[in-house]
């Protein structure tokens, strides 16, 4: 099992604010590596949502953040949208595994 | 623009082999570091392995370590995974990514995946 914990589903109304978290160790988000954020579209190939912690890269609403703590981080999505249903997955550097490592990933819904 | 492109995916029977390709195009494919992600039918996504700008430093995920090789061409602009003794637990769409940040060292090739290709599918069954 993945060691960045995700809730698996979340979900919001139209026009409300959700957050996702992802939870790590020590060894990963603890020790003070990055934390990034990918949205994956049905049927689609991931797409980078947040870099570092807290970084839009071009393109992405400013309605996405992110912010990290301690062993943990999260994305927060206000002004929910239809189009915002999708998969969103936590990655970030595991120093024990010597290797990246993925969230298992969260599904939105938009009711 | 920034393209990846995978091939080589398809139908294989376990204990065989399967090499798979990552072409790229619109930028200097020799300063980036490369990863393989893969992700298994309704599952999420697992970090596969990833090689250095000039293929001198590589990770592998405990899961594929020992199968699998990571390699790249830097005068043909394309990256590769050999993949050996597949198992059904192989079976998965595999995405190609670059490190979203050019390497100024061998050693940096960790950090976030942008962009990624499409996906080649690869289903190990007998």
């Known amino acids: 099992q993945s060691a960045l914990t995700q809730p698996p589903s979340v979900s919001g109304a139209p026009g409300q604010r959700v957050t996702i978290s992802c939870t790590g160790s020590s060894s990963n988000i603890g020790a003070g590596f990055d934390v990034h954020w990918y949205q994956q579209l049905p049927g689609t190939a991931p797409k980078l949502l947040i870099y570092?912690?807290?970084y839009r890269p071009s393109g992405v609403p400013d309605r996405f953040s992110g912010s990290k703590s301690g062993t943990s981080a999260s994305l927060a999505i206000t002004g929910l949208q239809a189009e915002d249903e999708a998969d969103y997955y936590c990655?970030?550097?595991?120093?024990?595994?010597?290797?990246?490592?993925f969230g298992g990933g969260t599904k939105l819904t938009v009711l | 623009q920034v393209q990846l492109v995978e091939s080589g995916g398809g139908v294989v029977q376990p204990g065989r082999s399967l090499r798979l390709s990552c072409a790229a195009s619109?930028?200097?494919?020799?300063?980036?570091?490369l990863h393989w992600v893969r992700q298994a039918p309704g599952k999420g996504l697992e970090w596969v392995a990833v090689?250095?700008?000039?293929?001198?430093?590589?990770y592998y995920a405990d899961s594929v370590k020992g199968r699998f090789t990571i390699s790249r061409d830097n005068s043909k602009n394309t990256l590769f995974l050999q993949m050996n003794s597949l198992t059904v637990e192989d079976t998965a769409v595999y995405y190609c990514?670059?490190?979203?940040?050019?390497?100024?060292?061998?050693?940096?090739?960790?950090?976030?995946?942008?962009?990624w290709g499409q996906g080649t599918l690869v289903s190990v069954s007998s």
């Open positions: 090689l250095s700008y000039d293929g001198s430093i590589e």
């Open positions: 990655q970030a550097y595991d120093s024990s595994l010597s290797g990246s490592m």
């Open positions: 570092t912690n807290n």
């Open positions: 619109g930028f200097t494919f020799n300063t980036y570091a």
């Open positions: 990514a670059r490190r979203a940040s050019s390497s100024s060292t061998p050693s940096q090739v960790f950090g976030c995946f942008d962009p």
